[in-house]
């Protein structure tokens, strides 16, 4: 219902009549056809993904599906700018979530707030924490792990102020803080039975290894704080940027378990590098969970994450074959509590073959503690509109 109300809310403000200076010919044509005129002043665009999977293992069938249909709403008036992003499936995207139709994002911003913040945000927006994404299109571990492209209810300030070098150069620096006093219970989180299992079987175990889809579990207060320089000297650009999150844990009380709280921190480190068509990226994150269960025989769960991945995008400025990106993305995740490793890779290609059309082709594999769980390629077919 939460998710409902923000898109409504949205679409109301969106609807607002618009009081923006049209150029003279803007306002000659809406002189000579009123009717020409856009009933609906914002702007709409989408994204179809049609997905084929074939799974080089004989006990992972082979599957077709309309993966998702996105909408992206778009409207700025007066320094304001309004987003929402609605998402619609065949069927539920995880075993937790409670629709096949949700919305990934909404918010309001107030662009150049203050000169000292820049953008201030609010409504349903991504957590920060880390690289926003690797380019992949199945995904990574720190994703499954429901740590990328998690939003949450909440609000941010973000800035990125730069300044000339002079000689083809300029340095800048990117930061932001975020504040999200409750979490709106999804994400991408996946884990197959065994993993689970495995990592249950350890004294931290009990402990969810995301507390945003886990029954019974909330986290609150989460705080989120990045900063990242950055330097661009003619084709080379560098990021490289530090960030923290620390949130509340509460585990609510049940007839097997009883109530606790805990907190949670997670730290990362971040580089991005990038000459002409070439990027390369890399980031360390580091989870600490503390105190949701005090009669455990471990005081903390540590969880260590590893990602890197490279790309080459040629581009060009045509109606047909617009832009072909090679790529490779690796993840790699450390269970302390249990000593057991996971890992994640996934080269792929990406052709826009027109403005309307696009095509990917992805390998994936995904293997935990020597065991197979993913073994397959990933055919995408995309339509914008």
């Known amino acids: 219902m939460p998710r409902l109300t923000i898109v409504l809310l ?112 609010a409504g349903l927006i991504y957590n920060r924490t880390g690289l926003s994404w690797d380019r992949s299109w199945f995904g990574n571990l720190v994703y499954l792990n429901g740590l990328k492209l998690d939003p949450d209810y909440g609000i941010e300030a973000v800035g990125t102020p730069e300044w000339d070098l002079g000689g083809n150069a300029t340095a800048g620096l990117h930061y932001g803080l975020q504040f999200f006093p409750v979490e709106d219970g999804l994400n991408g989180f996946f884990a197959p039975s065994f993993k689970l299992d495995r990592l249950n079987a350890t004294p931290a175990g009990g402990w969810p290894i995301d507390f945003d889809s886990a029954p019974g579990y909330t986290e609150r207060d989460i705080i989120v704080g990045e900063i990242a320089p950055t330097l661009s000297i003619g084709d080379v650009s560098l990021r490289a940027g530090l960030s923290v999150a620390r949130s509340r844990l509460v585990r609510q009380a049940s007839d097997d378990f009883a109530g606790a709280q805990g907190r949670e921190l997670t730290l990362g480190v971040k580089g991005e590098l990038g000459w002409k068509g070439f990027s390369v990226h890399g980031e360390w994150l580091r989870q600490q969970t503390r105190g949701i269960d005090v009669s455990s025989q471990a005081d903390q769960r540590i969880i260590e994450y590893g990602l890197a991945g490279l790309a080459y995008t040629w581009s060009r400025e045509t109606r047909w074959l617009r832009d072909v990106e090679l790529r490779v993305n690796g993840s790699h995740v450390h269970y302390h509590f249990a000593d057991v490793d996971e890992w994640f890779v996934a080269p792929g290609l990406h052709v826009r073959l027109h403005k309307l059309l696009g095509v990917t082709a992805e390998y994936v594999r995904w293997e935990f503690a020597d065991r197979e769980v993913v073994d397959r390629v990933e055919w995408i077919l995309h339509a914008y509109f």
């Open 10 to 121: 949205a679409l109301t403000l969106l609807w607002m009549p618009s009081n923006s200076v049209a150029s003279e010919g803007e306002e000659a044509a809406e002189a000579d056809s009123q009717e020409s005129s856009n009933p609906l002043p914002v702007n709409i665009s989408g994204h179809a993904m049609f997905r084929y999977t074939w799974s080089l293992d004989l006990d992972d069938p082979n599957g077709a599906e309309l993966y998702n249909l996105r909408l992206y709403l778009e409207r700025s008036f007066e320094g304001i700018s309004l987003y929402a992003e609605p998402r619609f499936r065949q069927t539920p995207l995880r075993s937790f979530s409670p629709s096949n139709i949700w919305v990934q994002e909404a918010w309001v911003a107030f662009d150049e707030f203050h000169d000292s913040v820049g953008t201030l945000r």
